[in-house]
């Protein structure tokens, strides 16, 4: 797989399941990886940590910060298996926490920013192309 780490870093949100979405959500330029899920027992947004309001504790929003992400090139063919197991399983093994999610075209994988340097190794010993920059 062909990788491209994204720039900046991310903050994954959790809001109450009932909150409207939040107008601290930035701008759909398509410059940077933004979702949005409601479940049943909470909202969850990922976005550039810029994005979150300097109050966000005291509004009720748990975060973490300080993710990567990393974006397969796609699109990808919905008949392709394995291409997750392709990825996590490295990743796994080098013992690096990841947050996976899937768009229509794509894949992406967040991983902690501490954790930089052994997952790009993994993935890249794994046989994958990653590009930075």
């Known amino acids: 797989m062909e990788l491209d780490v994204l720039a900046g870093e991310y903050a994954v949100c959790r809001l109450a399941a009932g909150e409207d979405l939040p107008d601290w959500v930035g701008p759909r330029d398509g410059s940077r990886l933004c979702a949005i899920t409601w479940a049943g027992t909470e909202l969850s947004v990922l976005c550039p940590s810029e994005w979150l309001p ?38 796994r093994d080098a013992e690096v926490s990841v947050l996976a999610m899937s768009t229509f075209d794509t894949d992406y994988l967040l991983f902690p920013a501490a954790s930089r340097e052994p997952a790009l190794a993994a993935l890249r010993e794994a046989g994958h192309t990653v590009a930075e920059g």
């Open 54 to 91: 300097p109050t966000a504790d005291a509004a009720g929003i748990r975060a973490t910060l300080g993710w990567l992400a990393l974006r397969v090139r796609g699109p990808l063919d919905f008949v392709l298996v394995g291409v997750l197991a392709s990825l996590l399983d490295p990743l």
